[in-house]
């Protein structure tokens, strides 16, 4: 943990006090090293982003027995692509269609498909998120850039047990034939937590590179 | 109910270390109106997973 107290004039929080004891402890002890701590944070900082759920995002969106399965098997499609290390008993994919959409949300805590999606934003961890969103969602997510028809169905799932969420989003239009790569460059994680579409086919979201 | 799963530990028992009670957990589908009352937006659903000990038989 590089956190230091360098870049914190005020001292360091209980939270923090305590995990930097129970550190060096883990440390001193030979139990752990700061090399393989520093190790599995630079991992879920740069490896596990969401770009793992990215992939299996544009996989589903160009091949359909994919999807199926991601639907119907989440860990197992994403043992397909070489994502293993699931962490959770059990995954769950909703989809986005033109007449439903999805958002997820953990109302008692901070659950979140970390397999996937790496670490959490802040605000999904806030109490305004959490409570507000059971609520009115469709105002969160306005408030959020997203404006729904009341033609679409809001579905809000709330992951208060050992059950994770990931919404499959829509497939943009006028991405036909674009590559695997070049559309998982438009599966952002808030399309996946639910709380955007995925990005328009922009030059800049394509800025990604073509296969 | 929409689904059903696990059996999971329950954890108002294991985070207080009174055990591990392995219960099901079910999603359940509210209606927002059921929950908010005329407070509730159109067309919107919440679903719950639930432990199967925070449910009651319905009558």
Redesign the interface.
């Known amino acids: 943990m590089t956190s230091g107290a360098e870049h914190h004039p005020h001292p360091p929080s209980d939270f923090e006090a305590r995990a930097r004891a129970l550190e060096s402890l883990l440390v001193e002890k030979g139990i752990l090293t700061s090399a393989s701590i520093d190790k599995i944070v630079d991992a879920f900082e740069h490896d596990i982003g969401p770009m793992l759920g990215a992939r299996a995002v544009a996989r589903a969106w160009i091949d359909p027995a994919f999807r199926e399965r991601l639907l119907a098997a989440p860990k197992s499609a994403l043992t397909e692509l070489g994502i293993t290390e699931h962490q959770v008993?059990?995954l769950v994919v909703v989809e986005n269609s033109p007449d439903v959409h999805n958002v997820i949300v953990c109302?008692l805590c901070s659950c979140y498909p970390w397999m996937v999606l790496g670490l959490p934003p802040t605000w999904y961890k806030s109490a305004p998120y959490r409570s507000r969103v059971?609520?009115?969602?469709?105002?969160v997510l306005r408030e959020m850039g997203l404006d729904l028809s009341?033609?679409?169905?809001?579905?809000?799932?709330?992951?208060?047990?050992?059950?994770r969420y990931m919404v499959l989003p829509e497939r943009p239009a006028g991405t036909e034939g674009w590559s695997e790569e070049r559309l998982a460059t438009l599966a952002t994680r808030d399309s996946m937590i639910g709380v955007a579409n995925a990005a328009n086919a922009t030059p800049s979201a394509a800025a990604g590179g073509e296969a | 109910v929409d689904s059903v799963?696990?059996p999971?530990?329950l954890?108002d028992t294991n985070a207080h270390h009174q055990g591990l009670d392995w219960e099901p957990?079910y999603?359940v589908r509210f209606e927002a109106r059921e929950?908010?009352g005329d407070?509730a937006?159109?067309?919107?659903?919440?679903?719950?997973?639930?432990?199967q000990s925070y449910l009651e038989g319905a009558p």
Do not use: F, N, Q
């Open positions: 008993e059990e109302t059971v609520i009115e969602p469709r105002a009341t033609d679409i169905e809001v579905r809000v799932w709330d992951s208060s047990s050992d059950v | 799963h696990g999971y530990k954890p957990v999603t929950l908010w407070a937006e159109p067309r919107t659903t919440i679903r719950i997973d639930l432990s």
